[in-house]
């Protein structure tokens, strides 16, 4: 592919050359048709060629394309509103930015300037992004060694471990950072209480609670917020991935008086807030609540669900299936590489998480018809791997 003489080995790619989407399905340049289960890393929330996010686009595109925060913006204001209605108890005031990376950097600067406090308590597992300070945060070692010192001071807990969480906080936590479905380290869902207990102990503690729902947030997983699930709040919430449709945008939701200790200068994004990421954001957002996006999440990830655990039952190289919604890990008892070149023979584009957990992250807009459709080519190719693996065993 021509693409890697400019663009290195940072990523790990597949062999699809993709020229166009529509809703849950993409083509590529030859005309074959996919079901994608990629969908962007989840940044496909409402399905590709939106109708709502291309006419907010194509409609703001003739007013205009940039407004820098320190002017005034209807479109924002609109976005604004829309996305303060929806939010979590308490977060009424936002940060706008262009990725899930940036909404971390930014909770992580208004935690410490508001608490006054240095140390940061992230879960094993974690996954919170890729630049100096979200990095710091991001658990996997393989992707920091290189690049080591970090920024200091981080700690980390098991997820989903009151006693573990317990041991590292101290006198001098600023702030507890946590996804409620853990996704890049195989769609790990907090058990019952977990996320109670943390507010509990950030309540008696005098922490600030960020929840990491750029993932797992905008009903991707049956509900609008991941942490709907367990009825708690965080101080800051962090979001990105499908807010816009599509187009690059990130949003970090705070308490007001969060946002207040807050100086004029000492965080600001010159891209943040875009006239276009917001009217795409508005589209977004619509879609979402008012197409019945969540619902057929919920609907939807049952189905899939289900049927998997019926081809768990059927191929014992299937350890475990597990998530919410339309988030979901099915673990393997075996490198997945085999099994996702085999989706793509099959039409069927589907990620990873570490080497041997497949994700699934459709569009919300995915039919059951296509949803039957992957687990009978998941079938397929898994059954193939299973006589591969007795030929060679």
């Known amino acids: 592919m021509s693409e890697d003489q400019f663009m290195g080995s940072l990523y790990q790619r597949f ?10 399905h993409v083509w590529d340049a030859d005309g074959k048709e996919y079901i994608d289960c990629m969908g962007g890393y989840g940044v496909a929330l409402v399905g590709h ?6 006419n907010a686009i194509k409609e703001q595109i003739d007013k205009i394309i940039t407004v820098h925060s320190s002017l005034y913006n209807k479109t924002r204001e609109d976005f604004l509103k ?19 990376t940036e909404a971390v950097e930014a909770a992580m600067k208004f935690a410490r300037k508001f608490t006054g406090k240095k140390g940061m308590v992230a879960m094993k597992g974690s996954y919170h992004g890729k630049t100096f300070g979200a990095l710091s945060i991001t658990f996997n070692p393989k992707y920091k060694k290189a690049f080591e010192p970090l920024v200091e001071r981080v700690s980390y807990a098991s997820y989903g471990d009151m006693e573990s969480l317990r041991s590292v906080v101290d006198d001098d936590t600023a702030f507890i950072i946590l996804e409620p479905i853990q996704g890049e380290s195989g769609i790990n869902v907090a058990p019952d209480g977990f ?5 509990k102990l950030c309540d008696e503690k005098g922490i600030l609670l960020i929840f990491d729902e750029i993932q797992a947030g905008l009903g991707r997983t049956g509900r609008l917020w991941a942490c709907d699930h367990w009825n708690t709040a965080p101080d800051i919430l962090c979001l990105a991935k499908g807010i816009a449709g599509g187009v690059p945008m990130g949003a970090t939701l705070v308490r007001p008086d969060i946002l207040a200790s807050m100086s004029k200068g000492e965080h600001s994004s010159t891209f943040g807030g875009n006239p276009i990421s917001c009217a795409a954001g508005i589209g977004a957002l619509k879609a979402i609540t008012e197409d019945g996006l969540i619902e057929n999440s919920e609907k939807m990830g049952n189905l899939f669900r289900d049927g998997l655990e019926k081809l768990r039952e059927k191929h014992n190289i299937i350890r475990e299936v597990r998530g919410k919604g339309l ?14 070149m085999g989706l793509i023979e099959q039409g069927v584009l589907m990620l990873y998480s570490g080497r041997n957990i497949l994700r699934i992250l459709p569009p919300l807009v995915i039919t059951e018809e296509d949803v039957t459709k992957v687990l009978h080519a998941l079938d397929m190719v898994l059954t193939k791997e299973e006589e591969n693996l007795n030929v060679q065993g």
């Open 327 to 340: 988030m979901i890990g099915v673990e393997l008892k075996f490198e997945v590489r085999n099994v996702l």
């Open 82 to 100: 829309l996305l303060i209605g929806l939010a979590p108890k308490g977060l009424t005031q936002v940060h706008l930015n262009n990725s899930g």
């Open 195 to 199: 996320l109670q207990d943390v507010r």
């Open 49 to 54: 060629q939106n109708q709502r996010v291309n």
């Open 15 to 24: 062999p699809v050359v993709v020229e166009k989407g529509k809703g849950a």
